[in-house]
């Protein structure tokens, strides 16, 4: 079973940029693949950015040219790091891992997922 603790959320001004850090309970990054979604109140969640195990990437279009996934297999952490940030990024923001994911940014292609982790951009 695997588990994911992520951290890094806060409050930021438009422009700003955050952090997020997604720790995984045993050797996850280099066999599974992992995503980023969030999810807005009222609103369904949404892919953000994934990994797959060899480190191909894609991102939504919202979030190209100012969100960056990384991970470090060796430490277990994967980050997504966030610039330029928007208040309609404002959302609670979850890491998921799914073993034949890919870089899907589809939900239902990943099997865990941790508790979330806050952000709010002010304007």
Do not use: H
Request: net charge neutral.
């Amino acid at each position: 079973q695997v588990q994911l603790v992520e951290s890094g959320g806060g409050s930021v001004q438009a422009g700003g940029s955050l952090r997020l850090s997604c720790a995984a309970s045993e050797d996850t990054y280099s066999s599974y693949c992992m995503g980023w979604f969030r999810q807005a109140p009222g609103k369904e969640r949404e892919g953000v950015a994934a990994i797959d195990s060899d480190g191909s990437t894609n991102y939504a279009d919202s979030v190209k040219g100012r969100f960056t996934i990384s991970k470090d297999n060796s430490k277990n952490i994967l980050y997504l790091q966030m610039n330029s940030l928007k208040p309609e990024d404002t959302a609670m923001y979850y890491c998921a891992a799914g073993r034949y994911a890919g870089t899907s940014l589809a939900r239902e292609t990943y099997n865990y997922w941790g508790q979330g982790t806050q952000v709010t951009v002010s304007s």
